[in-house]
């Protein structure tokens, strides 16, 4: 089943970068213009391995999805922070495993609701939702009759926010969102959360953080004991808070994927 809302795209703001473009180009994608593309090109330039950290991330996302469809046995999911769509999609990693799976995602970025038909193409027995909405008001996503009609809350749902909460500053309270998403969501549902860290290499990611502020994006990296905040509460999955290619690895990795070049912490817990 699909559900698209039709919208004008007429807000879509080129001249600007935007994150989830960025991310598109370092996935090599082709959806980014060239706003984006100027502001990675400067990334990469001083995080040379800028590539390296989103390729592996992903791959994070493909195991996370996957433990959570066949050893948690989840059936629901709720990914907010989308981004522009690169198979496998989430729903597709899930329903390979749980045709059945339903999910919802939900992205702020106009420019993701014009390709979201690609996210909606689900299993004839799984259902797929978009949500146009901004991580900063979890009531937007929470209340969205998207998110209803697509999953039950009673049951447990897995809550991705990958590469999503270092573009959310401490004056936007993104641990109150964290926990309010959460709040929301049945005992027995999960929280798979990627996010940079400038534990490696503090001086490159102040560099990194100038780009994009510059570009009228707010960017706060957050040592490991900070991303470990977002947990509290959880009960870590094993093995517990780590760099992301250290994450139950599948024998499939990123050629060049160190700590310093990743500098990401990923984690999977549960609610108890």
Same mark, same amino acid.
């Given at each position: 089943?699909?559900?698209?809302?039709?919208?004008?795209?007429?807000?879509?703001?080129?001249?600007?970068?935007?994150?989830?473009?960025?991310?598109?180009?370092?996935?090599?994608?082709?959806?980014y213009y060239?706003?984006?593309?100027?502001?990675a090109a400067?990334?990469?330039?001083?995080?040379?391995?800028?590539?390296?950290?989103?390729?592996?991330?992903?791959?994070?996302?493909?195991?996370?999805t996957?433990?959570?469809?066949?050893?948690?046995?989840?059936r629901?999911?709720?990914d907010?922070?989308?981004?522009?769509p690169?198979?496998?999609?989430?729903?597709?990693?899930?329903?390979?495993?749980?045709?059945? *799976?339903? #999910?919802v995602? %939900?992205?702020?970025? !106009?420019?993701?609701? &014009?390709?979201? =038909?690609?996210?909606? $193409?689900?299993?004839?027995?799984?259902?797929?939702a978009y949500?146009?909405?901004?991580?900063?008001?979890?009531?937007?996503?929470?209340s969205?009759g998207?998110?209803h009609?697509?999953?039950?809350?009673?049951?447990?749902?897995?809550?991705?926010?990958?590469?999503?909460?270092?573009?959310?500053?401490?004056?936007?309270?993104?641990?109150?969102?964290?926990?309010?998403?959460?709040?929301a969501?049945?005992?027995?549902?999960?929280?798979?959360?990627?996010?940079?860290?400038?534990?490696?290499a503090?001086?490159?990611?102040?560099?990194? *953080?100038? #780009?994009?502020? %510059?570009?009228?994006? !707010?960017l706060?990296? &957050?040592?490991? =004991?900070?991303?470990? $905040?977002?947990?509290?509460?959880?009960?870590?999955?094993?093995?517990?808070?780590?760099?992301?290619?250290?994450?139950?690895?599948?024998?499939?990795?990123?050629?060049?994927?160190?700590?310093a070049?990743?500098?990401?912490?990923?984690?999977?817990?549960?609610?108890?």
């Open positions: 089943m699909t559900d698209l809302d039709q919208r004008s795209f007429d807000d879509i703001d080129t001249s600007k970068p935007h994150p989830a473009r960025m991310y598109d180009f370092y996935l090599q994608g082709k959806d060239e706003a984006d593309e100027l502001a400067n990334v990469e330039v001083v995080f040379p391995t800028i590539k390296i950290t989103a390729r592996t991330n992903r791959q994070f996302m493909h195991r996370a996957r433990w959570l469809a066949s050893e948690a046995g989840i629901q999911f709720l907010i922070g989308t981004g522009i690169t198979r496998p999609n989430l729903h597709q990693v899930a329903q390979e495993i749980a045709p059945d *799976a339903h #999910v995602y %939900a992205d702020y970025d !106009p420019i993701v609701l &014009r390709h979201a =038909e690609a996210l909606m $193409r689900s299993t004839p027995e799984g259902r797929t949500i146009q909405a901004d991580v900063r008001q979890p009531e937007t996503i929470l969205a998207k998110l009609e697509t999953l039950d809350l009673t049951r447990p749902v897995a809550l991705s926010l990958n590469a999503l909460l270092h573009f959310v500053p401490d004056e936007s309270d993104p641990y109150g969102i964290v926990e309010r998403l959460m709040d969501l049945p005992s027995g549902s999960y929280l798979a959360l990627s996010h940079c860290t400038p534990d490696f503090p001086e490159m990611w102040e560099k990194v *953080a100038q #780009v994009y502020r %510059a570009g009228g994006i !707010p706060q990296v &957050r040592s490991k =004991e900070d991303v470990r $905040r977002f947990f509290d509460g959880y009960e870590l999955v094993e093995p517990g808070l780590t760099v992301p290619h250290l994450w139950r690895p599948d024998g499939e990795s990123v050629e060049g994927a160190t700590d070049a990743v500098s990401i912490y990923a984690a999977v817990a549960r609610k108890l």
